[in-house]
């Protein structure tokens, strides 16, 4: 419930700041807010997702993007099948190469997720579950295309360390844990192909 709450506060949050969102804070006639989906993300068990970006100034932007999959696999008999349960807060700061909302970006990425996966053989749980949470720090490339007058296609990218503290259930029914586990995970952090509306 609480995930459904933050999701629904930072939907919030970003139609107040786009509405905010009339004038460019510069002299130039520049985007200076956008709304954006990751588009492979809804095919990850149909995550909601949905993130916002606002110009700081002529090279800078900030991004935050949430995802939300709600659904916990349970069948009608009680017991669950894969999972993958989760709240994914992304906030990036970027550095444009030229302008802002146009071509090569680098950004520097704060993640959090809290996770509820079972039994995901691409995750190495088969048969097993894992609940917990985990934050990081990353960095990231990408780049922006222009579609039409106010549609942006974004592709990025990003690596980074990720410090994971989860609860390790022994089989994807079982209440009783196994363990407690903390890791530290190096590697890829972000990937995304955004369909991008500019103000």
Known sequence: MKMKRLFTLMVFLCAAFLSQAQT???DDKGAVAAIKTNLPYWGVGGTFNLGAEFRLARHWTLDLEAGLNPFDGKND?????????????HPELRYWFCESFQG?????HVPF??????????????????QGWGT???????YQWLLHEHWNLEATLGVGYLYLNYDKFPCKNCGNKSEDN??????PTQAAVSLI???
């Not at 008999?77 to 807060?89: E, N, V």
């Not at 903390?182 to 590697?187: A, P, V």
């Open 24 to 26: 460019s804070p510069g």
């Open 77 to 89: 008999d009680g017991s669950y099948d894969r999972t993958m349960k989760h709240f994914r807060a």
């Open 104 to 108: 090569h970006f680098l950004g520097l």
């Open 113 to 130: 997720i809290a996770y509820n996966f079972a039994d995901l053989k691409v995750l190495d749980l088969e048969n097993e579950r894992r």
């Open 136 to 142: 990081g720090v990353g960095v990231s490339y990408g």
């Open 182 to 187: 903390k890791k530290h995970y190096f590697g």
């Open 197 to 199: 509306y500019l103000f």
